[in-house]
């Protein structure tokens, strides 16, 4: 596709189980960002991949929150033991390269209950 | 301080008229600048991005960016209701280079 593609686009969990979100970038893309929008508020940064480089992890709230992005393309946000205050909507950006204009998924919304 | 800064809003403003939307950086040595429109339960979209001091006009759109001043803004001509929304202002830092989102501001434009 030509966008930044997430999966899924919503997802409901229970308390304490593991989640797996998924980014898909654009082709050639090499950084991705992964942020996080709680309702109302403004976007929670969380980690940052950038070509092979060690990607950044300042932003990640808890070491309950991993994430990995395989051959330099597609991105999984891990998050175990869900906790209800993990509910919000997990936003994936892709650019270029790091100095360029960067594209927004649509968004998986996760609601722990 | 914070690297990005915004006024939250809201930034009412009577339909036709011209929306200001101010946004001030701390990191000196910034590169890339860009603005973002967000929707209520939607994700950002780029509306416009700019690099070196001056304007740049995009429809109903004009960014401006002062590198001396540390500020970038954002001018909406002739606003429509359909403008109300949450705007962001992103900047590439020098420092590590990882883009950076304000706040935002939330812009309604009334009829």
């Known amino acids: 596709g030509a966008g930044v593609s997430q999966s899924p686009s919503n997802k409901v969990t229970e308390k304490g189980k593991d989640v797996e979100l998924r980014c898909d970038p654009i082709s050639g893309h090499t950084a991705l960002y992964w942020y996080r929008q709680s309702l109302g508020q403004g976007l929670e940064f969380l980690i940052y991949?950038?070509?092979?480089?060690?990607?950044?992890k300042s932003g990640l709230p808890s070491d309950r929150f991993s994430a990995e992005r395989t051959g330099g393309s597609v991105s999984t946000l891990t998050i175990q033991r869900t906790q209800q205050e993990d509910s919000a909507v997990y936003l994936c950006?892709?650019?270029?390269?790091?100095?360029?204009?960067?594209?927004f998924g649509q968004g998986t919304r996760l609601t722990v209950v | 301080q914070k690297e990005v800064e915004q006024n939250s809003g809201p930034l009412s403003v009577p339909e036709g008229a011209i929306a200001s939307l101010n946004c001030t950086y701390s990191?000196?040595?910034?590169?890339?600048f860009f603005w973002y429109r967000q929707y209520s339960g939607k994700s950002p979209e780029l509306i416009m991005s700019?690099?070196?001091?001056g304007d740049k006009e995009d429809g109903r759109f004009t960014a401006q960016l002062n590198k001396a001043s540390q500020y970038v803004s954002l001018l909406i001509r002739d606003s429509q209701p359909s403008d109300s929304a949450t705007y962001l202002c992103a900047v590439n830092p020098e420092a590590g280079n990882m883009l950076t989102f304000g706040g935002g501001t939330r812009l309604m434009v009334k009829p």
């Open positions: 990191d000196r040595g910034s590169q890339s």
């Open positions: 700019i690099y070196s001091n």
């Open positions: 950006a892709s650019s270029f390269r790091t100095n360029t204009e960067a594209f």
């Open positions: 991949f950038q070509g092979n480089s060690a990607p950044d």
